[in-house]
């Protein structure tokens, strides 16, 4: 197995560079080379047959509660899905290896030492925007299954992969595969795990709200009601109510982290300039659960600390703030004595020569439909810090690639057999 990496690492890696040079897809849309298109090629390129699926987001939204269309969906065309099957000849388990090739946007250029699309490369890690979340797993998941299909002797269950180009503005790709017909016993999500085996994914829901004011000259700021300060009265609540769920409502996983239900106020917006009291002041945050919460839940106590702040003041009871709900993620987890998170750590010894740490994974993913809404236990396994995804010079280290494919065909064998009659093979 490890011999085939090898033997196989600069088509990997150079594979993985040319992903990283494609900026479609993304949110915001970007113009450019698509991923996807790359994603099939390479798949074709490897001896598998290529299919595309493409979502229709308001039928799934009425059939499946674990999706909602957002603002970003109606703003893009339906992205279309890369699906391949390896099969098997029945005799095994099947395996779902679900990657995603879309990114988020690159922010400032300027603030990147490389081109966030320009494929760079140190010799010892590739850079670009989506390196870690997600190209670097979706490459290692590619590259997986073609080593576990070489070196066997013949899959005894089928393996699927599939490629989704809308994770990162909550997308139904993976739903939409799962829904006709490409699910299995048990998944791969790939994403930065830093090849930790990570059973579970958080809740998010993300809202916007808008605070009102009263605009006067500066000189008499007295006269006025300043929308900014009466929005940090929502943050403050906002930290403390953030506080209280991690006391009150921890989880197994999640509590081993200094902060289990991660809200993020991410944008605030307001005035016009120094000489004026700010009539409107926006701010757009997520709230982060658990697995066992859901989005209605974080709908709830986010709603109710916003009524209790309006509540408390006399002119805000008078003029209550605007809360909208933008995008809504379920969670999931499998349990970690699952028969598959226990293969996982099997083939995760075999390829690393170490039992990998059973941690949470800390944002949000597609474990959501394929656990919550279809029942299969998965994991998320992939190269790459989850801490560099989303931020400038994002990259990842090309020998933790390699290993991550390594670790990935072993778990396809250990799950899925080999037809010479093992269960996996060094």
Not at 52 to 60: F, K, N, S
Not at 237 to 246: F, G, I, P, T
């Amino acid at each position: 197995m490890q011999r085939w990496i090898r033997d196989n690492a600069e088509p990997l890696h150079s594979f993985l560079r040319d992903l990283l040079t494609c900026p479609a897809p993304a949110w915001p849309a970007a113009d450019g080379a698509d991923a996807q298109n790359r994603v099939a090629e390479e798949l074709e390129a490897l001896g598998f047959e290529t299919e595309l699926l493409v979502p229709d987001a308001d039928r799934l939204e009425k059939k499946y509660d674990s999706f909602r269309v957002g603002d970003a969906h109606s703003q893009i065309a339906p992205r279309p899905v890369v699906l391949t099957r390896a099969a098997g000849r029945g005799s095994g388990r099947s395996l779902l290896l679900d990657g995603h090739a879309d990114v988020v946007g690159p922010g400032d250029a300027a603030r990147w030492t490389q081109p966030p699309f320009g494929g760079a490369s140190d010799g010892r890690r590739l850079i670009g925007r989506g390196a870690a979340d997600a190209r670097g797993p979706l490459a290692a998941l590619v590259y997986a299954l073609a080593c576990a299909r070489d070196v066997s002797g013949g899959l005894a269950g089928d393996v699927i992969l599939v490629s989704v180009g809308d994770e990162e503005i909550g997308g139904p790709g993976t739903l939409a595969a799962l829904d006709a017909g490409w699910a299995a016993d048990a998944a791969v999500v790939g994403e930065p795990t830093a090849l930790a085996v990570c059973p579970a994914s958080r809740v998010a829901a993300v809202f916007r709200l808008e605070v009102a004011g009263v605009e006067a000259h500066a000189g008499a700021a007295f006269k006025g009601v300043n929308a900014i300060l009466n929005a940090a009265k929502y943050i403050d609540a906002l930290v403390e109510l953030q506080a209280e769920l991690d006391r009150t409502r921890p989880h197994p996983l999640y509590e081993r982290l200094p902060v289990a239900h991660a809200f993020n106020v991410a944008t605030i917006s307001g005035g016009e300039f120094t000489g004026v009291v700010p009539k409107r002041c926006v701010i757009e945050a997520v709230a982060g659960g658990v697995p066992g919460e859901k989005p209605r839940d974080l709908r709830f106590w986010v709603g109710a600390c916003v009524d209790a702040v309006t509540a408390s003041d006399a002119w805000l009871a008078e003029h209550p703030p605007k809360l909208t709900w933008l995008l809504e993620l379920d969670g999931a987890a499998t349990a970690t004595d699952d028969p598959f998170v226990e293969a996982a750590l099997v083939a995760g010894r075999r390829a690393l020569g170490r039992t990998p740490p059973v941690e949470p994974f800390l944002g949000g993913s597609d474990l959501r439909f394929v656990t919550a809404e279809f029942g299969i236990p998965a994991v998320h396994i992939g190269p790459g810090d989850m801490l560099a995804g989303h931020g400038y010079d994002e990259s990842v280290e090309l020998d933790e690639v390699e290993q991550a494919a390594a670790f990935c065909a072993h778990l396809i064998l250990e799950w899925s057999g080999d037809d010479r009659g093992g269960d996996s093979l060094p």
